[in-house]
């Protein structure tokens, strides 16, 4: 059978969104705007349910996101919370505080290889709403960033979410909010009763039921140099974390958007990509991130003892390498 979307490539994916002359008149689509992105949606429709009405669903869920995690909206619940004064504890909503306990729990199994407090240490390389200008950052500045960066100062409490904002910390929940907004808007769209469905923002996608005929959603995931890797999408969500996508560079030094807390400094290993496979697209997203920050060894040796089905692609001198985890499935079939 074909993929579910050809023409469309994002984060490291090849989809087909062109409808087959086989399709039915009820696999329909949708797509937008959102967090600086795009989203995507393919989605058995047997109710007929208006588009109107799926698209208020997920822009309803998205705008929910934006309003709580969205650093580049100044009124956004991360954005008060990373003015608040110091000594000041942050009730987080509900959606916020899942993602944080999420968060936290990768923070502490990494030993801080992601970490919600790295803000300053993103704008200091010249990445986010708060972005330093010029070239690499002067060593008080980056010392000043580091001093400003720990999660574990968050004094987070998982029960009833709140944050403790000790003064100067800003969150950036970047690795992991954008699975968190496609795990919600499966959620939306699952409360108008649509069970078969793939939906994608930037990149990252959840896919849940089946395509009609009863065949699972699929996807290429790209990188792979030795063969074209056919992933099934069943009950099951994808996300992509490498350096291809925002880089910087200034006086023939090149660094990507991904930063790590621990040294402070963006990764500079070669590893190209990480890809990750999982139940919920916010914990794809958040693994997608640690591994990437790990890096080709460490980051697999994590993977392999927390059972991540996770692709790593690293560069090498003739073409990349591809090495999978025990867990990541076997290429599904045509």
Not at 22 to 47: E, I, K
Not at 220 to 235: F, H, I, Q, S, Y
Request: with cysteine.
């Amino acid at each position: 059978m074909g993929i579910s979307f050809s023409t469309w490539r994002a984060g490291g994916y090849a989809n087909a969104a062109v409808p087959r002359p086989a399709d039915p008149a009820t696999l329909q689509q949708l797509g937008g705007q959102t967090m600086g992105t795009t989203w995507s949606l393919r989605f058995d429709n047997p109710r007929m349910l208006t588009l109107e009405q799926v698209r208020a669903a997920v822009e309803s869920a998205l705008g929910r996101v934006i309003a709580q995690m969205s650093h580049w909206e100044p009124d956004s619940d991360i954005s008060r919370f990373n003015r608040a004064p110091a000594g000041s504890r942050y009730v987080l909503p509900a959606e916020f505080a899942e993602v944080m306990r999420c968060a936290s729990r990768w923070a502490a199994a990494s030993g801080g290889a992601i970490d919600p407090t790295v803000g300053p240490l993103v704008a200091c390389w010249g990445f986010g709403p708060e972005a330093r200008e010029g070239g690499l950052p002067a060593a008080k500045a980056l010392a000043d960033a580091r001093a400003r960066v720990g999660w574990s100062r968050l004094a987070f409490d998982s029960v009833d979410g709140s944050l403790l904002q000790p003064g100067g910390v800003a969150l950036d929940l970047s690795g992991i909010a954008k699975g968190f907004a496609v795990d919600h808007g499966v959620e939306a769209l699952r409360a108008l009763g649509l069970v078969d469905l793939l939906f994608e923002v930037g990149g990252e996608l959840r896919g849940t039921g089946q395509r009609p005929g009863g065949q699972p959603w699929q996807v290429l995931v790209d990188g792979d140099p030795t063969k074209a890797r056919r992933v099934a999408l069943a009950d099951m969500t994808i996300a992509t974390s490498g350096d291809r996508w925002h880089r910087r560079s200034h006086e023939g030094r090149h660094w990507s958007h991904t930063i790590d807390p621990r040294t402070g400094e963006p990764v500079a290993h070669a590893l190209a990509s990480v890809t990750v496979l999982h139940v919920e697209c916010m914990q794809a997203d958040a693994l997608a991130t640690v591994l990437t920050v790990l890096g080709p060894d460490e980051g697999f040796d994590f993977a392999q003892q927390h059972d991540v089905a996770a692709l790593f692609v690293s560069h090498g001198d003739a073409s990349p390498a591809a090495k999978a985890t025990r867990a990541w499935p076997a290429p599904a079939r045509a």
